[in-house]
């Protein structure tokens, strides 16, 4: 190839590389650490992440840090009697220059979430049997002041198990779910859970220790019923 042609092609690389760090959004710079390994506990023992303090900081507080509101969504179960959560989703946030999608579960209780779902604008049916209700904007609005319970951090980027250890540490055991082969990275002390597929792709859930049992609890019955199955 003449070296002219391996210039522009060169030259036409580097300008598209340039146009994407300017369609890039600015990457929020508080001072406050933003990475997902760095896992700390406030003096009550809740896990403290991303800024963020699970069971204190606010959704408003999270949005203001966002710069975006969320979509707001609320589920119910299929068990008896039906259990109610609500979380917030966040796509493509850009935190430490790094990519990913957020859920954001809140601190809410069932007779208030039972009362949002009756009021709800729209209701549609999962795969699971459960069912996701589109939320009153004065219900959506009212959330804000709400606590976060757990955050999902889901990266664009795949892991590999050598950068997970490296970055995380030592879990205190693997878990794999035999259906899919998705392989939990499990640190009950720090409230952590990171599920590894085997291409790479990664979820990473955060919580208070606390409530690590019940973040365990849908894993655990699964390895039961295929052990019974077997």
């Given at each position: 190839m003449d070296r002219p042609i391996i210039l522009s092609i060169l030259g036409a690389a580097a300008l598209g590389f340039v146009g994407m760090l300017l369609l890039m959004p600015d990457p929020i710079d508080d001072g406050v650490v933003r990475l997902p390994w760095q896992?700390?506990?406030?003096?009550?023992?809740?896990?403290?992440?991303?800024?963020?303090?699970?069971?204190?900081?606010?959704?408003?507080?999270?949005?203001?840090?966002?710069?975006?509101?969320?979509?707001?969504?609320?589920?119910?179960?299929?068990?008896?009697p039906a259990r109610f959560a609500v979380e917030a989703y966040f796509e493509q946030v850009y935190l430490e220059r790094l990519r990913a999608d957020f859920v954001i579960a809140l601190v809410a209780d069932q007779s208030q979430l039972e009362g949002m779902y009756d009021?709800?604008?729209?209701?549609?049916?999962?795969?699971?049997?459960?069912?996701?209700v589109k939320l009153d904007p004065v219900d959506a609005e009212a959330l804000a002041s709400f606590p976060i319970r757990s955050i999902s951090y889901l990266p664009k980027t795949r892991l590999d198990e050598d950068?997970?250890?490296?970055?995380?540490?030592?879990?205190?055991?693997?878990?794999?779910?035999?259906?899919?082969?998705?392989?939990?990275?499990?640190?009950?002390d720090r409230g952590l859970d990171i599920g590894r597929d085997p291409q790479g792709h990664v979820v990473i859930q955060y919580v208070n220790a606390g409530d690590f049992p019940a973040l365990l609890a849908p894993l655990e019955a699964a390895s039961a019923e295929h052990a019974v199955s077997e």
């Open positions: 896992i700390d506990r406030d003096e009550s023992g809740r896990t403290q992440v991303f800024g963020f303090t699970l069971g204190r900081t606010t959704l408003a507080e999270v949005r203001k840090v966002f710069q975006e509101e969320g979509e707001m969504s609320l589920f119910k179960t299929t068990q008896t009021r709800g604008l729209r209701i549609s049916q999962l795969e699971s049997g459960g069912k996701k950068l997970i250890e490296q970055r995380f540490g030592a879990p205190a055991r693997k878990q794999t779910e035999q259906k899919t082969g998705i392989v939990h990275w499990l640190y009950p």
